[in-house]
């Protein structure tokens, strides 16, 4: 349900229209979906991915992001268990990925949906501190989020061609999650965006997808590298520190 909620955000955000009204069309037809066309992943299947008015064919992108929020949420529950913080980081998933499908489509990182992220995330992380090991998780969140926006803003002031500030206020964003399990956690995740991103960037140039010219989408890789370290990086940095 909150992946189909998600498709609507990223439909409608990047245009400035309201996530809220008017209900869900086809924009072919314009025809207002029916109650049994709108549900998540099974109405897609059914239909076979076209309207059922017009028959225009309908982006397999939408049960694709019903299903990856989906695994995402399933992930984070089993990552946290019974953890009050849960919710914050239900939040970021669904965030980063609205953030993501924007920025492939679209390349750009709407301010309205790192807004949102902030809004509720930070009073959830608040309650997640005080239901868990104490306050000192809150300072680690604004520590954090200092942190991660700081390096990414000289990136973006050194190479400016390479890096928007979307990217360094996603950043941000990130770091407030991240910093919230501790400072650790933050450099991972850091590390683990600008190692997809590289990755990503020479396999894409490599294919002929994209020339070296081309501006290649980062967020993907933040949200990618942000979401591996929430769900893996403990065992990853006690195995570091052991070592």
């Not at 909150?2 to 869900?24: A, D």
């Not at 099974?42 to 225009?56: H, I, K, N, P």
Request: contains cysteine; aromatic residues 10%.
């Amino acid at each position: 349900m909150v992946g189909s909620f998600l498709n609507v955000v990223i439909h409608r955000v990047p245009q400035r229209e309201s996530v809220v009204r008017p209900r869900s069309r086809c924009p072919g037809c314009n025809t207002q979906l029916a109650e049994r066309d709108n549900i998540p992943v099974v109405s897609w299947l059914l239909l076979r991915g076209r309207c059922r008015t017009c028959q225009m064919a309908i982006s397999p992108r939408y049960p694709l992001i019903e299903l990856l929020t989906a695994v995402l949420f399933a992930a984070v529950g089993a990552r946290f268990g019974a953890e009050w913080a849960v919710p914050a980081f239900l939040v970021l998933a669904a965030v980063l990925t609205a953030v993501a499908a924007i920025d492939l489509e679209h390349f750009i990182v709407p301010n309205r949906i790192l807004l949102v992220a902030v809004i509720l995330g930070v009073p959830l992380l608040v309650v997640g501190a005080a239901g868990g090991d104490g306050w000192d998780d809150v300072s680690g969140a604004a520590v954090g989020a200092a942190i991660a926006f700081s390096l990414l803003l000289v990136v973006n002031l050194a190479y400016p061609r390479g890096m928007g500030m979307g990217d360094v206020k996603l950043a941000g964003v990130l770091g407030l999650f991240l910093g919230f399990l501790d400072v650790g956690h933050v450099f991972l995740g850091l590390f683990m965006g600008f190692l997809l991103g590289a990755v990503g960037g020479v396999t894409l140039i490599a294919s002929g997808v994209r020339t070296r010219r081309d501006h290649i989408p980062y967020a993907p890789f933040q949200a990618g590298g942000a979401l591996f370290v929430v769900l893996f990086g403990r065992p990853i940095l006690d195995w570091y520190g052991g070592g």
